[in-house]
């Protein structure tokens, strides 16, 4: 027997069922065909590039949003906006946001409203981070000391605390209120998803359901809000709304797959964090959960959260003997399928192509 995955409720349970081995493996590992010969033209351009223009000044824009008289908070709030972060989810907004524009027959012109909603999803994902440090102990963080253990605990939580309250400012500023119930969403998945992953659950299908359901709360409720909110601001069609808000899901999903992965096979010098710092964590990500098929030793392991001595290290090599990584990059790479599918309903743009190409850069990234 074999493990396959099925759709339940638009995510995956396990399904248990009888099939040819070389089938299976011509299954697993056999990279979509559609997303390589998409992504392979060579006039599309670089979808950090083509955003590079809209987000100039990002990161200034943010600092001014936190401007204080307290010295001492400006320098927490400033710290992680040092311009040395990815911006890997305002260059998807801004590119879902032309996209839209260009369907819903504009220029393209992109509405200040909607570089707002970028700059929005930068704050609260830096928030998010500031406190995810907090509650892990984290020491590092994008390759520096983080906010915690510089200033200590507290002061982390509040400046947390601070950026989210910018934030949510700068998001009634708008003006508009289906915007505002859309990005709020955000706050209330972000704590739900980190209430989740300090559970645990004993019956291996709810586990991987559960697993799934915490990574779009944590990680892509975020992406796919945004991409919804600033599609609500040029287009009144639910459907362009659910198109931008289901490419953002699924990307956002795949995202966090192959930062799982990454766990496993980079180097901490890559990552800018520890390597097997979901392990060390009591965390069991998805190369974990498939390789508990494997290796059914791992189920005790999952439910003591890793914390009897050598249980890190036992895990790390189940892992690697396993096919975990290679099933959990088969299911990242159905994921960015499913965004493809989504986000080629919208008229044909260079910006519409470059969220097309991102799929295959989210699988190939190596930190």
Known sequence: QVVTWGRCHKDYIKITTRVNISDMNRC??????????????????DPFSLAQKDLQNLYEDIKKQLLVSKAELNALCDYYFDG????????IVILMARACNVHSNKEGALLPAQRSIAMISEMIHTASLVHDDVIDDSDTRRGKNTINKVWGERKAILAGDFILSAASMALARIGNTTVVSVLSQVIEDLV???????????????????????????????????????????????????????YGRNVGIAFQLVDDILDFTSSANLLGKPSAADLKLGLATGPVLFACQQFPELHAMIMRRFSSDGDVDRAW???????????????????????????????????????????????????
């Open 192 to 246: 739900r998803g980190e209430f989740m992953q300090l559970g645990a659950k004993e019956n291996e299908n709810e586990r991987f359901k559960h697993y799934l359901e915490k990574t779009f709360k944590k990680t892509a409720s975020l992406i796919a809000n945004s991409c919804k909110a600033v599609s609500i601001l040029v287009n009144s069609d639910p459907e362009v709304h659910e198109i931008a808000y289901q």
């Open 28 to 45: 697993l590992y056999t990279t979509p065909r559609v997303c390589c010969s998409i992504c392979s033209d060579a006039k599309l351009k």
């Open 84 to 91: 040395k972060g990815k911006a890997f989810r305002p260059m």
């Open 317 to 367: 090599q189940y892992v690697l003997k396993s096919d975990g990584v290679e099933q959990t990059n088969y299911l990242a790479q159905h994921y960015c399928q499913e965004a493809i599918g989504q986000i080629s309903q919208l008229q044909q743009s260079t910006e519409r192509d470059a969220l097309i190409q991102l799929t295959e850069l989210v699988l190939r990234r190596d930190k």
